[in-house]
Every structure is written in C-alpha cells, then in structure tokens.
C-alpha cells in the first residue's frame, strides 16, 4: 500500500493506474514479489525468534509467541487507518479502485485481529494464568476485530457496489474516528475499575535479537499484507468489470493458458 | 435565524405527532427496557448488595439495548412512503432536518427511558443521592446513542436484515458511551465524584453533535441514490 502512496510523486503519468484495467496487470506482477518477500522474512524472523534469540529470564520459551502476536497487533492497527485513508480518497475523488483497495483490506485485517487475540490468549494463559483479562489493550483489540466485521458485513450486505463502496467508507471513517475514542475511555475504565494488576508495559528490556526478530516479523507480515491484499483487489475487480470487453479478453487468455 | 429554524421546526413537529400518533410503538421500546432491567435479578440473584452494585451497568446496557430496538425506525418509514427523497430534494440543508428528526426520535423513545430510570433504580436499592447523577448521565448519554445510531440506521436503511447489521455496526461505537454512563453513577457511589464522567459525556454529545448528522446526511444521500 505504501507503494502506491508514494508512487504519484515520482511521476504524474502513475495516475493512469487508479483506473482498474491499468492496475489489474501491475498487480498481478507485483503480488508474486511481495509474497516472495513475505516468506523469506517469515523464515528469517521465525528463525530468529524460536533459534537464536535467548530464553527470556522472567517467562521462559513462553514469550516466544510475541513473534506473532506483536507482528499482528500492530499490522491490525495499522490496516484499518490505511483503509479508512482509502475510504477517504476514494469519498473525496469518487476512484473506483480506492474503495475496492478498502474492501480488499478489510479480511486480512480481521485475520490479523483474531490472530493477535488468539495468540494472545495462549500467552496470557501461562503469563497471567487467565486466558482474557479485560486490559485496556485486549478489549480495543476485541472492539476493532467487531469494527471490521461489521465494516465487511455492511458492505457485503449492499447488492449495488457504488452503494456499498460509499456507505462501507462512511462506516470505515466513523469507525477510524472512533478508534482513539474506544481506546483512551476503555484504558480509563480498566483504571477505574481494577489497579494496574497486570500489565503489558513492564516487559523487561529486550535483547537485540528479540527486537530485530520482532521487527522483522514485522516486515514480514506488511508485504504478505500488500501480496494478499493485491491478489484480492484483482478477483474484486475482475468481479466488478466482468462485463467489460478487457476482462472477457484476459478471461479468454487465461482459458487458453489452461 | 428563523429561515433556519423553520424547517427544523417544521421536520421535528410532524415526527414528534407523527410519534404522538403511534405511541403503541413508543411504549413498546420503554416496555421493553422495563422488562430487560427487570430480569436481571432473576439472572443473577436476588441479594441486594450484588444488586446494587450492578445497577448502573443493567440500566445502561438496557437503555442501549432499547435505543438500538428503536433505531430503525428513525428513516424506515420515511424512505418506504418516499418522504426522504422529498427531503432530500428540498434546498433546506439535509443536515438540519436529519438533526431535528434525531431530536423528535430521542424525545419520542430516549426521554421516555431517562424518566422511568430512577424508578428502576429503586429496584435495585440504589442509594437515592445516586438517582440525579443516573438521570444526567442517561440525559447526556442517550442523545449520543440516537446520533450514532443514526448513521448506522441511514447506512441499512432498506438492507435485508438490516437489524442485525444495524446492531455490529454500531454497537461498539457506544462502548464509550456506556463506560462513562454507567461510570458517572459508580463514581458517584465509591466518593470520587461523577463530574469528570459527565463532563466527558457532555463533551462527546457536542462532538457527536457536530460531526454526526454530516454522516448520517452523507449516507441517506447514498441510501437514496
């Protein structure tokens, strides 16, 4: 996704890509790369994480989850401002291919959401000896893989796809001015409610090898985030244009090949 | 002034006889928040100290519970006789009449639950000093509700199971709503005063105020479209 932020810079003429017959092919050549790129780091990172990094002195193997978990937590975050810009743009320039960017966001997202819940609740098991505690951090998480569901059951529920393409943005900028809002009451309610009991902040400084597996994990999860997110942005356009002579025509290709 | 007045005044009017002229449908969302509070003891026992302390979290969730019930009803009827895309196509800005038939929606169905609350209250033995701070924070809180319900409702309108839709859309939009709602009362209770949980619900019905009818504008003129 950052890609295509940045590209307009470097060149007016990549504007010509916001139409989806241009940016069907850039796609489909782009995806293999970053899914190239994704496996890699996953086998670097993964590596890094469960070989060479050491055993954490307060937690033992258990921490090695954080791996995963923190890669998702941040990458579940980060999606849903980048689809509420997507929703933005497409809104304010009413571009096809920015509403279908959004949607195409929206389950990988969520994934990343129940992921991090999930892996969570592993962790917090040994950790904490519960498997949910109602930590400001835990119940945002739950809130936003609720803003996602409902963000794809809203636009999947409308049959007509411009409809469904401006009320799925309206409903993804609510949310995304919502976000902060549910986080910051949800971290004063646990405050009022419960002390600091447990807490995620008090994580023992981390060695290197800790952070660069982290980081990389991180990487990781951001280009198979733009492979899958590409991959599905052209199923959604082939399914959107399938009336159009240019698809008929790739379609037809794509019969021959087989 | 009165130019933009008339046509607020106009919309709230018809709505709130219009509401005047159904109350069976009124009074079935305040039933219904009754019955939902009163089965809580039944639920989770009848000792009066478990009672008391979940008292503002029932009666918040219920009054939430009974707002979402009524929501559809905010554009429904309007966009099945065809009013709404008469209201849409009159030069009067779209957002002042969306606010006034949110204010006649919350007069007709969230008043209603802020009066019979304190009464309710008394079922669950909540301390009487408590019953104001009840009555403003659900004064404060339910009007925020209407208006995110309300861009949730314009979102489905005419959407097969609209309900439930309506209901994952905006529900956790009211988390913070119900956090600082049922907050203010408990505050209240352990001695730490309510003023901060009120002053933050009075700062998020401006807010909601502002920002949301330009939604809930925004999503009727594509609900129609």
Redesign the interface.
């Known amino acids: 996704m950052m890609k295509d932020m940045q590209k307009p810079e470097r060149s007016k003429s990549i504007f010509r890509f916001a139409a989806p017959q241009m940016f069907y092919p850039l796609a489909g050549r782009l995806a293999p790369w970053f899914a190239g790129v994704a496996a890699i780091l996953t086998a670097v990172g993964l590596w890094l994480g469960f070989f060479v990094a050491p055993t954490d002195a307060v937690q033992g193997e258990v921490y090695r989850v954080i791996y995963i978990h923190v890669a998702a937590a941040w990458m579940s975050m980060f999606i849903y401002m980048v689809m509420a810009f997507w929703s933005f743009v497409g809104l304010v320039m009413n571009t096809r291919l920015s509403f279908i960017m959004s949607q195409a966001l929206a389950p990988t997202g969520a994934m990343f959401c129940f992921v991090a819940l999930w892996t969570g609740a592993l962790w917090g098991k040994p950790t904490w000896g519960a498997y949910w505690v109602w930590d400001a951090r835990l119940t945002s998480q739950l809130?936003l893989l609720?803003?996602y569901?409902?963000f794809m059951?809203?636009t999947r529920?409308?049959e007509d796809p411009?409809?469904a393409d401006?009320?799925g943005a309206?409903?993804a900028?609510?949310?995304a001015?919502?976000v902060p809002?549910?986080y910051f009451?949800?971290k004063?309610?646990n405050t009022?409610h419960q002390g600091a009991s447990v807490s995620l902040n008090k994580a023992p400084s981390m060695a290197t090898t800790m952070l660069t597996g982290m980081l990389v994990m991180a990487f990781a999860a951001w280009a198979y985030t733009i492979a899958v997110t590409l991959w599905r942005v052209r199923s959604l356009i082939l399914e959107r244009e399938r009336h159009t002579e240019w698809v008929a025509a790739e379609l037809n290709a794509l019969e021959g090949k087989i | 002034m009165s130019r933009a007045l008339g046509p607020f005044a106009a919309v709230l009017g018809r709505d709130l006889l219009l509401a005047w002229r159904g109350r069976a449908d009124v009074l079935v969302t305040l039933a219904f928040f009754v019955v939902v509070v009163c089965l809580f003891p039944f639920g989770v026992g009848a000792e009066p100290n478990q009672l008391r302390a979940i008292a503002p979290g029932v009666l918040w969730v219920a009054a939430l519970l009974s707002t979402l019930l009524s929501l559809h009803r905010l554009f429904a009827q309007d966009h099945a006789d065809g009013t709404l895309e008469q209201l849409l196509l009159t030069p009067e800005p779209t957002v002042l009449w969306v606010v006034a038939k949110i204010c006649a929606h919350w007069i007709a169905t969230g008043l209603p639950l802020v009066i019979v609350a304190p009464g309710l209250a008394l079922l669950f033995d909540v301390e009487q000093g408590a019953l104001g701070v009840l009555v403003l924070s659900l004064a404060l809180g339910t009007p925020i509700l209407a208006l995110?319900g309300a861009?949730?409702a314009a979102?489905?309108l005419g959407?097969?199971?609209?309900g439930m839709?309506l209901a994952?859309?905006v529900?956790?939009?009211f988390?913070?709503v119900l956090?600082?709602g049922a907050?203010a009362v408990?505050?209240y209770l352990s001695g730490s005063g309510a003023q901060a949980h009120l002053l933050l619900l009075g700062g998020?019905l401006l807010g909601s105020l502002a920002?949301a009818p330009l939604?809930c504008a925004?999503?009727l003129r594509?609900?129609v479209?």
């Open positions: 809130l609720f803003l569901l409902g059951a809203l529920a409308i411009r409809r401006k009320a309206i409903i900028l609510v949310g001015v919502n809002i549910i009451s949800v004063w309610w009022l | 995110l861009v949730g979102l489905t959407l097969r199971g609209g839709l994952l859309l529900l956790p939009l988390v913070p956090i600082f907050g408990d505050a998020g920002l939604a925004a999503a594509i609900a479209e």
